[in-house]
């Protein structure tokens, strides 16, 4: 029998196929939170490295969730969590921004909720959430 976070694993290894198909990825997403938090709160030398970092591991999008996916099945899951996070583009939050986005670019239908894209993201917050430390 497949343990929680075995179940966990091929559900975000399932996301992440999707997501990299459809080419979704958490690039845009932590562009826009390094803008802020660089206009707003702190922007030195460190910052700009981790940010880099965090961006460059966005971009892969699927792949991070993959990623992800394969380190809780290796009760990793802090850090599984932490890729599918980042490559998934915050999970919720991403998805719901590109919801948003349609909405006000006039291109929101209910195809909008069943692209590959959407059900990519929405399998990955699902494996995210599905993963606990045993």
Do not use: C
């Amino acid at each position: 029998m497949l343990t929680k976070n075995k179940k966990a694993m091929y559900v975000a290894i399932i996301a992440g196929i999707l997501l990299s198909i459809a080419g979704v990825s958490g690039f845009a997403t932590w562009e826009i939170i390094k803008d802020f938090v660089t206009s707003n709160i702190i922007d030195n030398s460190i910052v700009q490295i981790v940010f880099a970092v965090l961006i460059f591991i966005a971009s892969l999008g699927g792949i991070s969730v993959i990623a992800g996916g394969l380190l809780i099945g290796k009760n990793k899951i802090g850090l599984g969590k932490f890729l599918i996070t980042l490559g998934a583009g915050i999970g919720l939050i991403g998805l719901i921004f590109s919801i948003l986005v349609a909405y006000f670019e006039g291109n929101l239908t209910l195809g909008s909720f069943f692209s590959i894209g959407a059900i990519g993201l929405i399998l990955s917050i699902i494996a995210r959430h599905m993963a606990k430390k045993e």
